[in-house]
């Protein structure tokens, strides 16, 4: 981690005022959220973030219906514990089948919502192997959840009927040192390089849309244990994790107009917002359209 901890002087493991959810210059009153693989973790930890932002509906989605039950259940119980009157609903849905996200969407357009935020959190990870000991046909798998399922999210939430010219859309993408930390990215070979190819295809999508009508950023969360975490191999002992809710709280930052600097680039979470903003990293944003972007470097 040390080459991202170098991009801002001060390194984030945990929440910060500048990205917190209580600050008015990030409420999310009125908005309703979207959220795939929103019912743990952090995907759980952004649903979270977005209750204390006063968003008026959050819908979580994951492919198990218990799963989306369990969370909407503890989130809800959450919420009216701090007086929130945010609604949280839950559909089961798998992104990476087109008849699931489809039926989905179908559904929402049906009931007249109208979805302001779209966050690209759900993702699989193919074994810890080699390429071609996990088989074209696994890592197949991953490029249809990784790159397919995240454009066909994208294409509806940009398309929905109804939302008006006026209305701007906020599109935030969980993405993964891996996709640029070929060290680290050679150990799960078929994530880094898939999300790789869906940071990519997000990037390309922002390039021909304004962030006025549809900001696009893309991030790394952080080290943060996850039940996927555990679920690969790691424990608590296997590194200094940070707080989940610093990914949580940065995906409500980077859904407003605060985060416009960003469209279409790669940032990580750790970063220090105010030291994004200003200064010699904001005048390289600014000067070059290709940094912090998916690339060949060297070239």
Known sequence: ??????LTETFHVGPYPAISPLRPELSQAGKTVVI???????????????????????????RRADAVAKAVASLTKEAQAQGSKTLIIGHPCDVGSAASVAELWGQLAGEGTIVD?????????????????????????????????????????????????NRPLYLVHVSTLCIHDWTLGATYP?????????????????????????????????????E???????????????????????AVWAATPDA????????????????LKTGDVRKRIDEDPLYL???????
């Open 260 to 275: 416009a600097f960003l469209h279409g680039r790669f940032v990580w979470a750790n970063w220090d917002v105010e030291q």
């Open 36 to 62: 795939t693989g929103g019912s743990m973790g952090i995907g759980y930890a952004i649903a979270q973030a977005f209750v204390l932002a006063g968003a008026a509906k959050i819908i979580i989605l994951a």
């Open 228 to 250: 996927s975490a555990e679920r690969n191999g790691f424990t608590r002992e296997s590194l200094n994790w940070h707080d989940a809710a610093l990914p949580g709280n940065f």
């Open 117 to 165: 935020v779209l966050i690209l959190n759900a993702a699989a990870v193919a074994p810890q192997k080699s390429i071609l000991d996990i088989g074209t046909a696994r890592i197949w798998e991953d490029y249809n959840v990784n790159v397919r399922g995240q454009l066909d999210m994208t294409e509806r939430f940009y398309k929905q009927t109804g939302k008006g010219d």
């Open 1 to 6: 981690m040390a080459d991202g901890s170098k």
């Open 190 to 226: 078929g994530y880094g390089m898939t999300k790789n190819a869906g940071a990519l295809a997000l990037q390309t999508v922002a390039q021909d849309v304004l962030p006025a009508d549809m900001q696009v950023v893309n991030y790394h969360p952080g080290a943060i244990f996850t």
């Open 293 to 299: 972007k998916v690339g060949v470097k060297g070239l």
